[in-house]
Each structure stands twice: as C-alpha cells, then as structure tokens.
C-alpha cells in the first residue's frame, strides 16, 4: 500500500557531503512525521534526525550543526542534507514515515535503505 524508497547514498571522503532523498507513494492521505535512521555494522538502529508535519525538528546530538533534515509536503519527500561527514557517519541510512492512509488507518512504514560510506 505504501513504498518508501530512498536515494543518494554512495562513497565520500571524511568532511564531504552527501544528499539524502526519500520518497513515499501509494495510498496515502496524508504525511506526518517523517526521519531518518541509521544502523552501523554491529550496532543497533539509532535515530538520526525527524521532521513533523509542522516542520520542527529533531536531530541526534552526533550530528547536530552537521546534518539538516528538510522536507517537501507535495511531493512526500523528506531530505536529509550531510556535510563534513566523518568514518563514524558510515551506516545504512533508513527513512521512516507516519502515513494516515486512504482507507483511514495510520501506519509508518521504512525503506529498505541506503549506504553511506565515509572513507579516504
């Protein structure tokens, strides 16, 4: 019913940037909190940072003044925009939704992810 997909990840150098995007489609009446998560190899998933339909925000203390999360309500789209990216930032990044759906129920749903690696 729903399909999260994310987009952008790939291979930088310590203190390069990278762009995150996910999109969210299908039966969806409406968006609400929208986020991203990371998990490192061994490591549990943590959250990386949120953004409510009222566009407040919410970031983890690791990348704060490093890392905006962005989002553009038309298209379901949430951006996750890093700088000056450290070895410490290489995880799989997941983007997770809160949907009301068409049929009236309320769900969240997660992409599959996508990898960020931060090597020289």
């Known amino acids: 019913q729903v399909q999260v997909v994310e987009s952008g990840g790939g291979l930088v150098q310590p203190g390069g940037s990278l762009r995150l995007s996910c999109t969210a489609s299908?039966?969806?009446?409406?968006?609400?909190?929208m986020g991203w998560y990371r998990q490192a190899p061994g490591k549990q998933r943590e959250l990386v940072a949120v953004?409510?339909?009222?566009?407040?925000?919410t970031y983890a203390d690791s990348v704060k003044g490093r890392f905006t999360i962005s989002r553009d309500k038309a298209k379901n789209t949430v951006y996750l925009q890093m700088n000056n990216l450290e070895p410490e930032d290489t995880a799989v990044y997941y983007c997770?939704?809160?949907?009301?759906?068409?049929?009236?129920?309320?769900?969240?749903?997660w992409g599959k992810g996508t990898l960020v690696t931060v090597s020289a």
């Open positions: 953004i409510t339909s009222g566009s407040t925000t």
């Open positions: 997770n939704v809160d949907v009301v759906l068409l049929s009236g129920r309320a769900g969240d749903y």
């Open positions: 299908g039966s969806i009446f409406s968006t609400y909190g």
